[in-house]
């Protein structure tokens, strides 16, 4: 099936001047410009191209791929504003996509990014962006699990954190007080759900809660003690920064995976960072030798 603002695999009907005629089913033959026909392709040749429309309102297809299809957000910079009609965003076509002067939470300048939705606009079929976000999230249930991997779009900073996008369909929050330093709005990060709120709001992490998310970083943990020959020179009082650079989790998780190795003495501790405890010495620390 073939659909504005989205990706199909079209068959190649007819040759004409301008390109390949493409097969668009309910939609008609649709062009697809030769600058973007790949070498060797001819009539009978399937194809996997996006299909929008051109300057005229012409559905065309293209073998490049945008940034974000519709039904998608995207972090996309500005490359023109035109006041009376709406700003420009580069979202990886040759033609730029529309920003509405209406669809818009503040004016939009050139250089600057924003984040949007890209969808069809009902009056005029034409596929544009709009940055007016809550009308497009937490309008189903979420039904996500604890510990769920998730990917996040970050939108905005809050006074408790970091509203994300979740999956293209819901609010998250990420608390700045479980992150190792700031985020930016247009991170694209991999997630997880802490848990769903009662109105509907999710809870996020960065890292898997509990047993689940300690006992992989406690073994990543010995792994790196093991490559470094023994010890490392960082510890529960190093900066959340370092500790998310060297072992990529939080400040928080670092601690609780530190403890259990220690109390299964497995690591010693020392105001110069950690080491490994070999067997014989774990033996002579449990006899109180």
């Not at 898997?208 to 529960?236: C, K, N, Q, Y």
Request: charged share 25%; glycine share 10%.
């Amino acid at each position: 099936m073939t659909v504005l603002g989205r990706r199909s695999m079209l068959t190649v009907v007819r040759e004409a001047p301008p390109g390949y005629f493409l097969d668009g089913g309910d939609l008609g033959e649709i062009l697809l410009p030769g600058c973007y026909i790949p070498p060797g392709t001819g009539p009978g040749a399937t194809l996997d191209v996006f299909i929008y429309r051109d300057s005229e309102d012409r559905l065309v297809a293209t073998t490049e791929s945008p940034l974000a299809v519709v039904g998608e957000f995207a972090f996309l910079r500005v490359v023109g504003v035109k006041p009376s009609v709406g700003a420009f965003l580069d979202w990886g076509l040759s033609k730029d996509l529309l920003l509405p002067r209406r669809e818009q939470v503040s004016f939009a300048r050139t250089g600057e990014s924003v984040v949007v939705r890209v969808f069809i606009d009902e009056k005029s079929d034409r596929i544009v962006a709009g940055e007016r976000l809550d009308r497009w999230l937490d309008l189903t249930p979420a039904a996500y699990d604890a510990g769920q991997p998730v990917k996040l779009l970050v939108a905005r900073q809050t006074p408790l954190g970091y509203s994300a996008i979740v999956e293209n369909a819901h609010w998250g929050l990420l608390y700045k007080t479980d992150l190792a330093g700031p985020l930016r709005a247009g991170d694209s990060l991999d997630g997880f759900v802490r848990a769903v709120r009662p109105d509907g709001k999710v809870d996020l992490a960065l890292d898997r809660a509990g047993f689940a998310r300690i006992m992989p970083l406690a073994e990543t943990i010995l792994a790196a003690l093991a490559a470094a020959g023994g010890s490392l020179p960082v510890h529960d009082k190093s900066s959340p920064e370092e500790i998310r650079k060297t072992f990529g989790a939080s400040k928080k998780a670092f601690k609780q995976a530190l403890g259990m190795l220690y109390r299964e003495r497995r690591i010693a501790l020392d105001p110069s960072g950690i080491c490994a405890l070999p067997p014989l010495a774990r033996v002579r620390i449990e006899q109180g030798s």
